[in-house]
């Protein structure tokens, strides 16, 4: 096996100086948006919403010192040396049910039948399961349920569940910013509550532009290309907290396009795929410029070296972030990951963190010919020995959608080396959870 470390090589710089790192571009993206207004959801609607206020319980949490076990509630006392062999015989004064509240205490030398949850009847201080019960042994043969042997001692509190041992009245359980998880779904339903105020979800408007396109479902015609870029960003879009709103196909004229984005302002992000290189009929940059402001042109990564960023303003003097992304579907993609997935989770107040990412070996070099920092389409996987390994995709053009498709991470080869060979090590971006992957 070669060296884990990156081999040294020479190789050439084709970048403009205008051309922004990976880093500096989301910066400088980010400085453009801000959190989103907040609404009241559903519970079950606002999993993976950001709270935007706190939670604060008016009662405690169990309400009721309960049972936490199908049994009997007694004074531990009167249990002092049962065994199976000397079992202690308690008087059945009663049940209560779950739901149900008791109606008298337990005495010295009684017990009262008890389900999960209901409320502890008074004098008891302890609740012993059925399986240490002979209550089994008198159904099976028929004998009085009017008593009940005892088949080992209970000690003080045992199988009790305190009033306010979860949560206290009055106590914030939940703090402004906390993500609603599953658990924190329940936690608020369990005070009562059936919606939350939560930050909204982005609406982000996309565009696809370019005349070669036609929308799948059509008969297919030569010359022309299916719009998947719109699908896959759109599926983005949803997998990281946004609503996606499809809204077709601009043709390569500044009239086309600009029809199209006035029925996109209403939107948090708009989002156009295509139309940001330096073709003659690659209008993105001169409809941005025209109806607002550029912020960023180039980033210097591969693929996605043709990045948009800007302002269009709107006709009531507002102003909607526009990402322009480049045609190529790869591109697209992984120009999405990197800067369209960081906006989405400032819009709704979620913190800037990167995804998850491991180091792998490499089955496969990624090559750097041009100073830029690569993002290779790779398989990530265990070997025998438990280590992470990583093999490309196959062809890495940025128009192999199948490549991205084949791909569960990014390995990165940084834009100060030449080549990451085979069995070095590299930084792999996870696109999906390790639990999907391993």
Known sequence: MKSQSHSERPHRHHYDAEMLSVEDARQRILSYFNVLASEKKPLVEALGQVLAEDIVASFDIP??????????????????????????????????????????AVESGTAIRIMTGAPLPPGADSVIPFEDTDELQRRKSGLSDHSIAIHMESQPSENIR????????????????DLLRAGEIGLIASLGHSEARVIKRPVVAIVSTGDELIEPGKDKEPGKIYNS????????????????????????????????????????????????SKGDYD???????????????????????????????????????????????????????????????????????????????????????????????VKVYRDGQGNYRAKTTGNQSSGVLSSMALANGLAICPDDIGIIDIGETAKVELLDSTEDIF
């Open 63 to 104: 309400p009721l010192t309960n049972s936490a076990m199908d049994g009997y509630a007694l004074i531990s006392q009167d249990t002092l040396g049962a065994s199976k062999e000397n079992p202690v015989e308690l008087e059945v004064t009663g049940v209560v049910p779950a739901g149900g509240l008791p109606d008298h």
């Open 162 to 177: 305190q009033a306010g041992e979860d949560v206290r009245s009055g106590e914030r359980v939940l703090a402004k910013g």
């Open 229 to 276: 870029n719109a699908f896959s960003i759109a599926a983005m879009v949803s997998r990281y907290g946004g609503i996606p709103k499809i809204m077709g196909i601009a043709r390569d004229t500044v009239e086309s396009l600009e029809a199209v984005l006035d029925q996109a302002m209403d939107s948090d992000l708009v989002v156009t795929s295509a139309g940001v």
């Open 283 to 377: 209008v993105v940059k001169d409809v941005l410029s025209s109806r607002g402001q550029i912020a960023l042109w180039s980033v210097r990564m591969r693929p996605a070296k043709p990045l948009a960023f800007g302002i269009l303003d709107r006709k009531d003097g507002g102003s909607v972030p526009h990402l322009g992304l480049p045609g190529n579907p790869v591109s697209a993609m992984v120009a999405f990951e990197q800067f369209g997935r960081y906006a989405l989770r400032l819009m709704m107040g979620k913190p800037d963190v990167p995804k998850p990412s491991i180091y792998a070996v490499m089955d496969d070099p990624i090559k750097n010919h041009d100073g830029r920092r690569v993002y290779a389409r």
